[in-house]
């Protein structure tokens, strides 16, 4: 305890099967536009990425979080050993591995850059809160601002000569974005002076760049009330040789969390003390919800990684655990009091508790890279002037974010809280990672958007794009799997799988009617359960599809060979997912079917009064 050790393990093997066996990412290597990519440059990336991580973001971990950021004069220091791990990160490049390389980066597909995503932040999520977000600011930049805001910032953001933030959230709004007051004031000369008050910005100050560049949300004078009135600004931190706190960007303070204490969550006053100026994202006011969508779309997929990041490593400890915690006897000698004593992943609740952990695992990560291959084959059809074939695969992008930032986020969670209980009163105490693996984790199910906000945005927004079109296409997809594989190993579930398609397919239905009815109130009451039964149905197809690709792979093999097991805990897990979770997605149609109001009809002092 305290000693600067790693205690980060990944799963190479796991990430290779699915980018090149299950998602067959070799199809798109070697033309545009990743024609400088090859399978080879892909699998040395993730094996450097990997050892970079224990060496360099592993043993920090810990101590970040024992030590957290100190607000001192106005100013936070970072943790230690987080300045050299910035720099070394930067230039190594791992934070450029799917970024322009005329900004400074590899140009590779976002499939790999999101593996490599995991394995940084479950060897540090408090670190990497930091680079990401960065990340997500110079993107805006790029797709959003003028030419000569592209020139100033994009490339110090995509290298690490800056950091970035996003401020949304104002202390009397919450989630309620429209209701946001910070102000922004022309000046005459095209720059604005903010005014206002933001809380809750994640790495809103730090000691790891020259200067931070916040994306604000505010309102101009003349703009109307809701999110239509808000517009986006470029505020750096510091004016260009100006010294810290040049442009009156005050950090207020910083919380005290449960969890990723080395990541600074801070107040901001914009306009502290002076003038605070800022310039507009581009040249169109009344535009920054839908610029700001796009970081948070980005940010949302980062926090589905995130829940898969701690969760993998969460459940990497507890199986090494298991394997070397010598405790019991076999339970088929458990009256024997002289029977050695095993390993307790031979205890059957153990084992239970692992493929649990396993199957949550591996199949959350399938769902990522799948909606990172998506947005591969996009770009890849986009450059081959498929028009078509490039709408398909950003329909299923839209639907996908939603679900992998609401259910991997809540399965993180559920999974460090298991791989606490798989290694016991060891587990509670802070000499293995697992506690601190539960407590950074909880957070991602409320930032970037509650999962209730995801679960609004899926049935409120993504399920009716397109007419429709893409959810139709998506169920398609899942039951034409389950029809070619009736007759293989996997035909003890596909009945299933394809009653749990048509669920969806009839909640979706059902929500429709709600709202030509007038029953929204209902649509907000089931939007959280119609999310999980989506997420269920899709990890249990893509389990199940590597399952198929396993099995195929598997009888290829000599019995002697190490991949034989890789490839039956495929089979094993997908199976075992499949079987508890799809009836849940039938059920939950039927528990929707009720129209149970029972939470809006019970009156307020229903719920309990306070004597």
Known sequence: MGQAVNRYRCDLRDMRF???????????????????????????????????????????????????????????????????????????????????????????????????????????????????????????IETFGTPEQVATYCRKLFTGVYAGTMCLTEA?????????????????????????????????????TDNIIHLVLARTPDAPAGTKGLSLFIVPRDVPGGGHGSNHVVTASIEHKMGINGSATAVLAFGEGGPCIGELVGREERRGMAQMFKMMNLARIGVGLQGLAVAGAAYLCAL???????????????????????????????????LDMKARVEGIRALIVKLGVHRDRELAARAASDERAAEHHLGQIDLLVPVVKAYASDQGFQVTVLAIQCLGGAGYINDHPVEQYCRDSKIFSIYEGTNHIQALDLVGRKLGLRGGANFQ?????????????RADE?????????????????????????????????????????????????????????????????????????????????????????????????????????????SLDIADLGFGRFE
């Open 172 to 208: 009397h709004a919450g989630s309620d974005v429209g209701a946001a007051l910070t102000r922004a004031t022309p000046v005459g000369d095209g720059t604005y002076r903010i005014e206002g008050t933001k809380i809750f910005i994640s790495a809103g100050d730090h000691d790891l």
């Open 320 to 354: 090494e655990y298991a394997g070397q915690r010598v405790q019991g006897a076999h339970i088929k000698n458990w009256k024997d009091p002289n029977a050695p004593k095993v390993p307790i992943i031979q205890h059957p609740n153990i084992r239970r508790m692992l």
């Open 490 to 598: 996997l035909a003890p579930v596909m009945d299933q799988l394809d009653a749990a398609a048509g669920a969806l397919s009839e909640s979706a239905m059902r929500m429709l009617g709600w709202s030509h009815a007038g029953k929204t109130e209902l649509i907000d009451l089931y939007a959280n359960r119609f999310l999980e039964m989506m997420a269920r149905t899709t990890v249990a197809w893509v389990l199940l599809e590597g399952a198929a690709v396993a099995r195929r792979a598997g009888r290829e093999l000599p019995d002697q060979h190490p991949d034989r097991a890789f490839y039956q805990g495929k089979f094993h897990a997908a199976m075992y997912y499949a079987k508890l979770e799809l009836p849940a997605v039938v059920d939950g149609a039927r528990f929707m079917a009720q129209e149970m109001r029972h």
């Open 18 to 140: 699915l980018l090149f066996e299950q998602f067959r990412l070799d199809d798109l290597l070697g033309k545009p536009p990743y024609a400088d990519w090859s399978r080879d440059d892909a699998i040395a990336i993730l094996g450097e990425v990997y050892k970079w991580s224990c060496e360099v973001l592993g043993p920090i971990n810990a101590g970040g979080d024992r030590v957290g950021c100190v607000l001192d004069e106005g100013r936070v220091r970072t943790p230690p050993g987080f300045r050299e791990a910035w720099k070394s990160l930067y230039q190594a490049g791992w934070r450029g591995i799917g970024v322009n390389p005329e900004h400074g980066g590899q140009g590779g597909p976002l499939a790999v850059s999101l593996l490599a995503g995991e394995m940084m932040s479950g060897a540090n999520t408090a670190f990497n809160m930091y680079t990401g977000l960065s990340q997500g600011v110079a993107e805006v």
């Open 473 to 485: 296409a998506y169920v398609e997809d899942v039951r034409r799997f389950a029809a070619e594989h």
